[in-house]
């Protein structure tokens, strides 16, 4: 499941995904490979009002993004994943250039 964090603040927000809570919860390490140094891990920029979608849920288990989430300056909006096609449409589904949102 992926969700929406929305920056409810005044303020830019930069949270931080550490790898032992972040990864962790995503059962995969989603890290900056550095030459010669650690990974780095890998952090939101939240503009005042701004939202971030397409995020893992994941991203609830890191203890920054539950405690902002229970003192109201993060929103959360769960994504209900898209429904499955139940018939075949009849034009080729086109395959829009969506960046990645990572
Ligand atoms: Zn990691």
Redesign the pocket.
């Known amino acids: 499941m992926t969700v929406t964090l929305i920056n409810a603040t005044r303020r830019m927000k930069v949270i931080n995904l550490p ?1 032992e809570s ?2 962790a919860a995503l059962g995969t ?3 900056v490979p550095r030459k010669g140094a650690r ?1 780095l ?1 890998l952090a939101l920029t939240l503009a005042a009002g701004a939202s971030a979608s397409g995020l893992d849920d994941a991203v609830l288990r890191v203890p920054d993004v539950a405690r902002d989430v229970r003192a109201g300056e993060l929103r959360v909006r769960r994504e209900v994943p898209p429904p499955k096609p139940s018939s075949p449409s009849p034009k080729a589904p086109r395959r829009s250039g969506r960046k990645k949102a990572r």
């Open positions: 790898h972040y990864c390490c989603a890290c990974p891990c």
